[in-house]
């Protein structure tokens, strides 16, 4: 039990959680005063502004970095890894949802497919480099006040 305890009251650990829900709570009411639509998929879904996955990993990055050091090897592992996670929220996850994009619109013009298709493909994957720009400079202000 005292392992458990120990996780919930570890800031390395809860303000990245915090974070994260927060912002996905965010794009929730975005899109519900935006587009006047409650998508409650919002909250565990890609995309949109801003990146959450930076968000997260920056913050994890920042309070290692206060905790432990920025000389110490936990803070190269969490900034190299937040490094790695937000090159792929802007690059391969962004390419993979242009893609699904093209090929959704394929589908759905008459004539080119005899497929039928049961769902679409999610369009929303990664995020534009200015998403995941903002992201992380929320995770590291954040990380660094708390």
Not at 14 to 40: A, R
Request: proline fraction near 3%.
């Amino acid at each position: 039990m005292q392992i458990f305890n120990d996780i919930i009251h570890n800031k390395c650990v809860y303000i990245p959680f915090v974070l994260w829900f927060l912002i996905q709570t965010f794009k929730v009411l975005t899109e519900l005063i935006v587009n006047k639509k409650l998508d409650v998929k919002r909250i565990i879904g890609a995309g949109g502004m801003p990146s959450s996955h930076s968000a997260v990993v920056c913050s994890l990055a920042t309070c290692v970095g206060k905790e432990y050091g920025f000389d110490n090897g936990i803070f190269a592992i969490s900034m190299v890894m937040a490094f790695v996670v937000m090159y792929d929220a802007a690059g391969v996850r962004r390419a993979a949802g242009k893609q699904a994009r093209i090929l959704n619109k394929i589908l759905e013009t008459p004539g080119l497919t005899t497929l039928e298709v049961q769902e679409k493909l999610v369009e929303v994957l990664g995020h534009t480099p200015i998403q995941v720009f903002v992201g992380a400079i929320l995770g590291i202000v954040i990380g660094a006040l708390l």
